[in-house]
């Protein structure tokens, strides 16, 4: 009886993904189109995030907060044509952020990510700020590569958090983080990975 009533659970979802996967199909076109005539240097990019095309497609519809990435990926055009199938409101990537290959956002929700460059394998968790320190400073953090930050990360000011990076969560962090470092706490401990 249990595992009927999952089954009829499940096939009902399924039948309301599919549903909702036809309905919002058509509204991705302009995004396929802009898709294929951009340049090889942004299907790369875009290739590198989502995989396959048809991957492409079925993420944009069921997952709000990559199609954030994916009008990020496609540059300042995506304005005119990403309002028929807008993406996560709470999930901000101003086109001034440079973003690497395989970024990826776990379950986003409320999340800034105002940094000058963000390099390859980035992980983000939910509610995420990264910005300036202040309005007079408009200097902006440097992430490097495989840096994963945790949920409530705060990452502030013209700072550099180097590579292979793990910051825990609810973490304020003010200064220039070393290469192969965990990071937790308020104000931010830093530990070399391998050291108890």
């Known amino acids: 009886m249990y595992c009927e ?8 979802r399924s039948v309301f993904r599919l549903f909702q996967f036809i309905f919002y199909w058509w509204r991705m076109i302009p995004s396929q189109i802009t ?3 951009s340049s090889s240097k942004q299907k790369e990019l875009v290739r590198s995030d989502f995989g396959s095309c048809g991957n492409l497609v079925r993420t944009l519809v069921l997952a709000k907060y ?3 990435l994916f009008y990020h990926r496609m540059g300042k055009t995506s304005i005119f044509y990403s309002w028929i199938l807008s993406g996560e409101n709470s999930l901000k990537l101003p086109f001034s952020c440079k973003l690497g290959r395989h970024t990826h956002f776990v379950h986003n929700d409320c999340c800034h990510l ?16 990264i910005g300036t320190k202040n309005l007079r400073d408009n200097s902006k953090p440097t992430i490097g590569n495989n840096v994963t930050l945790g949920s409530g990360t705060v990452v502030v ?7 292979n990076v793990n910051v825990g969560a609810n973490t304020v962090v003010m200064k220039d983080i070393p ?3 965990v990071v937790y706490g308020n104000p931010c401990i ?6 108890k």
């Open 190 to 195: 830093v530990m070399s990975k391998g050291k």
């Open 179 to 181: 290469d192969n470092s």
């Open 157 to 163: 000011g013209g700072i550099h958090i180097g590579d």
């Open 5 to 12: 009533k999952i089954f009829a659970e499940n096939k009902t």
């Open 35 to 37: 898709y294929f005539i």
């Open 66 to 68: 990559n199609r954030n």
């Open 114 to 129: 105002n940094a000058a460059s963000i390099c390859d394998n980035f992980v983000c968790y939910p509610h995420v700020m």
